[in-house]
């Protein structure tokens, strides 16, 4: 069981507004530690989608925010495409572990 | 275009030795903190270790540390993983990644933004 916690799956049709949850602890995201967002495709490697828990890099879509409070994080996409049927991950640092942490994945269906 | 392609991944039995290589093109290798990720099949992914650019500073995840070593060669644009006393529980893609950090509102974050295609690690 990961220390950041995602739902396995999530589902949504052809342009809704989705929403995926990493609920982590005091001492990772609860204690101030950004979240970083990855889409990983069957069969290739991650993709960086969401850093620093809002930030988006050059070339990850509009339609992908993020946002953290608490002890936890929020990937929301909008305008769902087929596209985005895959699977996403969270990632933080834990300073009690002293180690980077990804969350247990969550499956993205698109109806 | 900036890349990295993972090699020496294989078959090894229940408690031999490994070494993976990533070779880093594209960017300027000694810049950048250097990561290896790991993915059991039909599992998550699992941070594995990091490198500092220089290699002053390494990092371990607690199910490798003392088993697995991190190094690189700047000159090179090589970085490495020698894995020893595997098991089974080490059986899975391993990727090379390229580290990022930025400061947040309170802490430092750290990310992976160029990753590799992966290379599999069979132990059986």
């Known amino acids: 069981q990961s220390v950041l916690t995602q739902p396995p799956s999530v589902s949504g049709a052809p342009g809704q507004r989705v929403s995926i949850s990493c609920t982590g602890t005091s001492s990772n995201i609860g204690a101030g530690y950004d979240v970083q967002w990855y889409k990983q495709l069957p069969g290739e490697a991650p993709k960086l989608l969401i850093y620093?828990?809002?930030n988006r890099p050059s070339g990850s879509p509009d339609r992908l925010s993020g946002s953290k409070s608490g002890t936890s994080a929020s990937l929301f996409i909008t305008g769902l495409q087929a596209e985005d049927e895959a699977d996403y991950y969270c990632?933080?640092?834990?300073?009690?572990?002293?180690?980077?942490?990804f969350g247990g994945g969550t499956k993205l269906t698109v109806l | 275009q900036m890349q990295l392609v993972e090699s020496g991944g294989g078959l090894v039995k229940p408690g031999g030795s490994l070494r993976l290589s990533c070779a880093a093109s594209?960017?300027?290798?000694?810049?950048?903190?250097m990561t290896w990720v790991r993915q059991p099949p039909g599992k998550g992914l699992m941070w594995v270790s990091y490198?500092?650019?220089?290699?002053?500073?390494?990092s371990y995840a607690e199910y490798v540390k003392g088993r697995f070593t991190i190094s690189r060669d700047n000159a090179k644009n090589l970085v490495y993983l020698q894995m020893d006393s595997l098991t089974p529980d080490d059986t899975g893609v391993y990727y090379c990644?390229?580290?990022?950090?930025?400061?947040?509102?309170?802490?430092?974050?750290?990310?992976?933004?160029?990753w590799g295609q992966g290379t599999t690690v069979t132990v059986s």
């Open positions: 990632q933080a640092f834990d300073k009690i572990l002293s180690t980077q942490l």
């Open positions: 490198i500092s650019t220089t290699s002053t500073y390494t």
């Open positions: 990644a390229r580290g990022f950090s930025g400061i947040g509102d309170v802490h430092y974050y750290f990310g992976m933004d160029v």
């Open positions: 594209g960017f300027t290798f000694s810049d950048y903190y």
């Open positions: 620093g828990s809002t």
